[in-house]
């Protein structure tokens, strides 16, 4: 049984077809890539799999159960975790309380029975340092660490990612892919919406490349990254994707 | 920062060094400290202050109250009501509707009044909830005023312009007329101290977290596994619940009630958001900084008549403009402190 199975997904907006029949499939464990130009539709594909948005047909089927339904919230708690691609930290509140949060309501645990494991996540994305600082003070490589540590603290199954490596410089952006290898190391299946297609290529083991909406290619990696398709779609974009 | 080096251990528990969650700051002790000599000093003010003064002072503690309360409300959870008159008033009403026809005592009743307020508030959130802002807050008042018509139709309460409680109800709550202002005075204390202590103890638990997270990113709330409108009707039917008990301690203080006086807008919540807005929306320190700065200028000014109205006004429009946290906002950014700590401190041993 895959762990998520998307089925003829779409999503309109008017006549707009930001998602436009969508379907994949993932297996427990396996780490997925999606590529595709700004505006393409990656990050609503996002919100229908983490339920931010209900689409207009299709089924979203997780661990066998249809949880096209269902509500962000209950998502959570079956265990698909998201980090955004803008961060959305709880400015209000330390770094610890913003993963005590994922690690409290995303598991239906008591504060009481959450902190054991909002402190092992926060020290494993190396925010232990930071703990006690409103998440407003922190720095664009905190707040993608802490996007990552709220949503890992959700013990998820499967981890969204959206663009966690964009915005970062190069040494930065090879420490989060560490990080993200140990994760998947731990048995989290990850999708990864990415421009930094290096960074992307060091984890995902298949690759869905999105134009206009529409699924219009996948595959293993390398092989995908080297079609007409996607040499056609990045044709002008800078070259770190071309 | 070394994080590569650290192994992500997911689900074991060896990573986790010892560590301890505190609160408490050196201020917020002394604070604490303070505060309790404040309420032992309070309790006793039946034997050192005179009736007038009892009579005030009670009347400081049903406004401490209710301006904690709409403070959680909007400043805490976005819910800006503009309606909690309606509570107020509902409140006073079951003090006398109890007492009159049923001859549940007094103090009983207040006690009751905070079911009743509970369950009106999760009878009307389902209508009120479907509206956004500045909707909500319109239909917070519509409701309310909903209760005024309603109530002043109830002949047997004296419909339009409303009755006294009458004397042999007062008197059974204690036949000494000081032992039943002291009694009367107690409760309006206890009472503030529970609508304090349960607006406190929430911002402290896991849903005041939820709050906070739903203030800043509702769509990271849900994806975190918090549930958003649950937790909004929550807050609001228990702040309605003690806003109504709080009501009905009001009109025990006062004996007599009508439409008008209950419900209405200027008393309940135009005098309460002024306090809010003057002492510092979105703290716990703020109603009561507010409501000190509210009493002072009544008590000073109230003679003038209308000059009074204006004055206030006025404060309102500079505070606003000069300091959009409050008083007690600009005392807490220069000096960085809280007397009621609420953020979660991790202390590695």
């Keep these: 049984m895959p762990l998520l199975e998307v089925t003829a997904l779409s999503k309109h907006y008017g006549a707009l077809r930001v998602t436009d029949n969508v379907s994949f499939t993932l297996q427990s464990g396996a780490a997925l890539g999606i590529i595709g ?88 994305s190396g925010l232990m340092r930071k703990a006690n600082v409103l998440a407003g003070n922190l720095t664009l490589l905190e707040r993608k660490r802490l996007e990552l540590a709220r949503a890992l603290a959700t013990d998820p199954k499967l981890l969204l990612l959206d663009e966690i490596a964009g915005g970062l410089t190069e040494p930065e952006c090879h420490e989060l892919v560490e990080t993200i290898r140990h994760i ?50 990045y044709m002008g974009l800078d070259g770190e994707a071309a | 920062m070394s994080s590569t080096s650290i192994g992500l251990d997911i689900k074991g528990t060896a990573m986790s060094s010892a560590y301890a969650i505190e609160r408490s700051t050196p201020t917020s002790r002394v604070a604490a400290i303070m505060a309790l000599v404040l309420v ?50 509902l409140g006073g009403y079951t003090l006398f509707g109890l007492t009159i026809f049923t001859g549940v005592p007094p103090l009983v009743a207040v006690a009751l009044a905070g079911v009743i307020g509970g369950a009106g508030a999760l009878l009307l959130a389902p209508l009120l909830f479907r509206l956004q802002g500045a909707y909500f807050a319109i239909g917070t008042w519509v409701a309310a005023e909903v209760f005024r018509l309603s109530f002043a139709q109830v002949a047997a309460l004296g419909g339009g ?62 994806s975190c596994g918090i549930n958003i409108a649950w937790t909004k009707i929550l807050v609001y039917v228990a702040t309605a619940a003690i806003s ?33 807005v003057i002492g510092g929306i979105g703290t716990i320190e703020g109603p009561l900084v507010g409501t000190l700065v509210f009493f002072a200028l009544r008590e000073t000014l109230a003679n003038l008549g209308t000059t009074y109205l204006l004055i206030l006004g006025a404060v309102a429009i500079v505070v606003m403009l000069k300091a959009p946290k409050g008083l007690w906002g600009v005392v807490a950014d220069r000096f960085g402190i809280a007397l009621v700590p609420i953020r979660r401190q991790v202390k590695t041993r």
């Design chain 2, 161 to 222: 312009s409303g009755t006294s409680l009458p004397t042999a109800i007062v008197v059974s709550i204690a036949a000494d007329r000081s032992l039943r202002e002291g009694l009367i005075y107690w409760s309006a204390l206890a009472l503030t101290l529970v609508a304090l202590g349960f607006v406190i103890a929430l911002l402290r638990s896991r849903t005041g977290l939820a709050l906070t997270a739903i203030r800043d990113s509702e769509i990271a709330s849900e």
């Design chain 2, 244 to 276: 109504t008990m709080v009501g009905a301690l009001i009109f025990l203080q006062k004996l007599r009630i009508s439409p008008e006086a209950a419900f209405s807008v200027n008393d309940w919540t135009a005098f309460v958001i002024f306090i809010v």
């Design chain 1, 184 to 233: 998947r190391a731990s048995g989290v299946s990850i999708i990864w919406i990415e421009h930094v297609v290096h960074a992307l290529l060091a984890i995902v083991d298949r690759i869905i490349v999105i134009n206009f909406g529409q699924k219009i290619a996948e595959g293993e990696p390398h092989r995908v990254m080297a079609s007409a398709e996607v040499a056609e779609i």
């Design chain 1, 37 to 124: 130009p700004n505006g393409a539709g990656k990050t609503t594909l996002f919100n229908l799999i983490a339920g931010a948005i209900q689409p207009n047909a299709g089924r979203i089927v997780f661990e066998g159960a249809d949880i096209s339904a269902l509500p962000s919230r209950e998502r959570c708690r079956r265990g698909i975790g998201r980090s955004f691609q803008i961060p959305h930290p709880f400015v209000g509140m330390t770094t610890y309380e913003n993963v005590l949060i994922g690690a409290s309501y995303g598991r239906g645990a008591s504060e009481r029975a959450s902190e054991g494991r909002a402190i092992e996540v926060l020290s494993a």
């Design chain 2, 40 to 89: 032992a000093g309070l309790i006793a003010a039946p034997w050192w202050a005179g009736r007038a003064n009892l009579r005030l002072l009670g009347e400081i503690y049903t406004f401490v109250a209710l301006s904690s309360l709409w403070n959680l409300l909007a400043g805490y959870t976005g819910l800006v009501s503009v309606g909690q008159q309606a509570f107020v008033g």
